[in-house]
Structures are given as structure tokens and as C-alpha cells.
């Protein structure tokens, strides 16, 4: 899987595009800055829009080739990002780190989807908020009539609305599974049925 991520990044081109997820944008602009953790976050789209606000931005993924577009991104704009060459496994952070936690496309196996993102939760502080978007199970049928808009073939990597009960002490601002029009670089083009969560940790 490693070997797919560093063929897909190691292209010229940004694969899902430089400018940051609608939904990421809309949720985080009505939040205050503060520090910020870009889950699987690629190639720095959403990262780099964070730091560009203001927010202390740190990022994981385990592909070279992201992490290094990641910065030709922040070069670009000015900003810094704390990028860490890693899987989710071999990161550490303190317990309650972060103001906000951001899962953008980020698709684990289900088998492991409520530890890692447990994993994930205990690095947000309580007030802290939490920002999903993930291809939802109805996206399947989107996916093989248009190829191009992308997402897992395996319907366990795909999300349902029970998303938000992965999370304890959680308030939810917004849920929802939409249908959306995807227009994010080369590999996201096209309708999509998506989940999206917008919440906050219990303080």
C-alpha cells in the first residue's frame, strides 16, 4: 500500500490539487486558531491552508513524495508545517495536544478504524473540535460508474453515519451524508456520496 501512495504522490502534479477540501475550509474558518493535526494529510493541501490562517500545523503520512510536495506547498505560500514521515502506529504526541483533529479522506481498514481513530481523539484537548470527510458506503455505486472520482473499492473502508460513535464525550455541530460534486486534482473528479463530520470533545 506504502509502494501505491509514493507512485501516486510521485508525480509533477498534485493529486488531489493544492487548494484545500470545501469542507475542511468551511468547518476550520469558524474556528479560532490554534494548534492543528492533519491526519494521513498527503500532499499539504489542508495543511497549508491551516498554517496560511494562522493555525500551528502538524501532519503525518508515510509517503516521501507527499511529505516533500508538502513542503514545496508551504514554501510556496510562506508558512511552515510540522510534517512527520510516519504511520499513525509510530507517532506520539502528549494526551491532548491539539485544539483540532483532521480526518480528510483518511479511510483505515474497519478492523482497525475505531482504534486509530481513539488513537487520534486522546491528542485532542476537551473544547478541541474535529473535522471528517470520508467517502461514504453509498459512494460504491459512484465509483464504478465514474472511476475518476475515486475512494476504496472495499466497502469496510467506507464510512456510514455511525461515524461520530468512534468518538467518546463528543458533541456533534454537524452529520450528514451529502452528495457532493468533487472537483480536487486528478484522482477526485466527479459526484461522490460523502459523510461529514463537524463536532467538538466535551470539556
Do not use: C
Not at 501532519?59 to 512527520?84: C, F, M, P, T
Not at 466497502?155 to 461515524?163: H, M, N
Request: proline share 3%; charged share 20%.
Amino acid at each position: 500500500m506504502k509502494s501505491f501512495w509514493e507512485q501516486r504522490y510521485g508525480q509533477k502534479e498534485y493529486a488531489y490539487g493544492t487548494e484545500p477540501n470545501q469542507y475542511f475550509k468551511e468547518a476550520l474558518d469558524t474556528l479560532t486558531p490554534g494548534k492543528i493535526l492533519m491526519a494521513a494529510e498527503g500532499e499539504g493541501r489542508n495543511a497549508v491552508y491551516a498554517a496560511t490562517q494562522g493555525w500551528e500545523v502538524a501532519a503525518y503520512d508515510w509517503s516521501e513524495n507527499a511529505q516533500r510536495k508538502a513542503h514545496k506547498l508551504a514554501s510556496k505560500y510562506g508558512v511552515q508545517i510540522e510534517y512527520h514521515l510516519a504511520s499513525l502506529n509510530e507517532l506520539h504526541f502528549q494526551e491532548h495536544t491539539f485544539d483540532a483533529l483532521a480526518l480528510i479522506y483518511v479511510h483505515f481498514p474497519e478492523q482497525i478504524r475505531l482504534q486509530n481513530h481513539q488513537k487520534l481523539y486522546q491528542w485532542l484537548k476537551p473544547g478541541g473540535h474535529l473535522i471528517i470527510e470520508a467517502f461514504s458506503k453509498s459512494h460504491l455505486s459512484f465509483s464504478k460508474k465514474n472511476p475518476a472520482v475515486g475512494g476504496p473499492k472495499e466497502l469496510s473502508q467506507l464510512y456510514s453515519l455511525d461515524v461520530g460513535e468512534d468518538f467518546e464525550n463528543i458533541s456533534i455541530i454537524k452529520l450528514t451524508e451529502d452528495k457532493i460534486q468533487l472537483n480536487e486534482g486528478i484522482y477526485h473528479q466527479g459526484q461522490a456520496q460523502v459523510i461529514r463530520l463537524f463536532a467538538s470533545k466535551h470539556i
